[in-house]
C-alpha cells in the first residue's frame, strides 16, 4: 500500500470506492499543526472535481490505469467500435466515455484510451483539435473582417459551431474539442 508521500499530478487511485484522478496536490506544514497533503481530483466515470485533506503519511490504494492509443472506426448504436493500430483488435467503447467532443469526430481519428486493470476502458481522449470541413453557414460578406461577430456553422461531422464571419461553406476550420470553439481556419 502507497503513501501521501507518493503522490503525483496525474495518478489514479481508489478514493471513498471511486476512481479519481489526481489534479493538484499540495503538501503544507501549519506552524503548530500537523503536515498533510491538500489534494485535488477529479472522478473518473462523471468528471466531478473533489477536494480532501489527507494526513501525511497516510495510506492511499494507487490504481494502474494503462493508456494505448485507438483508431475510431464507426459508430455502432451507442458504442464506438475502436481498433488498435498494432494487433487490429477491435473493441467496443461506450460513446459517454467521450462526452461532448463526440461530436466532433470523424471516422479515422486517432484517440487514447486509458484501461482499469488492462481491460476496462475508463477515459477516453479525443485528440485536442480537429480539421473540419464546413458543410453549410450563411455567406460572408466583403470587408466582414474588421469586427469579431460570429456566426453558425454547420460541420461535416454535424456539429454546429460559432464562426467569424469570413468562413465561407467548403472552408476547412480547426476546432477545439474540449470547448467546442473555432481556433482558425486551415490553409489547403
Known amino acids: 500500500m502507497a503513501t501521501t508521500a507518493d503522490l503525483s ?20 506544514t ?8 491538500q489534494v485535488k481530483m477529479r472522478n473518473v466515470r462523471n468528471g466531478k472535481n473533489l477536494e480532501h485533506r489527507f ?3 497516510e495510506s ?25 493500430p498494432e494487433n487490429y483488435e477491435q473493441i467496443p467503447i461506450d460513446k459517454a466515455l467521450v462526452g461532448d467532443a463526440f461530436k466532433f469526430l470523424k ?33 460572408g460578406l466583403k470587408g466582414d473582417t474588421a469586427t469579431n461577430t460570429l456566426k453558425p456553422a454547420t460541420l461535416e461531422t454535424g456539429a454546429e459551431v460559432r464562426v467569424p464571419l ?18 482558425e481556419r486551415v490553409k489547403s
Not at 469570413?166 to 481556433?183: H, L, P
Open 107 to 139: 471516422e479515422g481519428m486517432n484517440l487514447i484510451i486509458s484501461f482499469e486493470d488492462g481491460t476496462q476502458p475508463i477515459m477516453v481522449e479525443p485528440p485536442q483539435s480537429v480539421e473540419l470541413e464546413v458543410t453549410y453557414t450563411e455567406p
Open 60 to 84: 492511499i490504494e494507487f490504481v494502474r490505469v494503462e493508456v494505448r492509443g485507438y483508431q475510431y472506426l464507426y459508430l455502432d448504436g451507442e458504442m464506438l467500435m475502436c481498433m488498435d
Open 30 to 37: 501549519p506552524g503548530n499543526l500537523r503536515a498533510f497533503y
Open 55 to 57: 494526513r501525511s503519511g
Open 166 to 183: 469570413f468562413v465561407n461553406t467548403g472552408d476547412k476550420i480547426k476546432v477545439d474539442t474540449r470547448t467546442g470553439d473555432y481556433m
Open 9 to 28: 499530478r496525474g495518478a489514479f487511485m481508489r478514493f471513498n470506492g471511486e476512481l479519481v484522478q489526481v489534479t493538484e496536490y499540495e503538501h503544507r
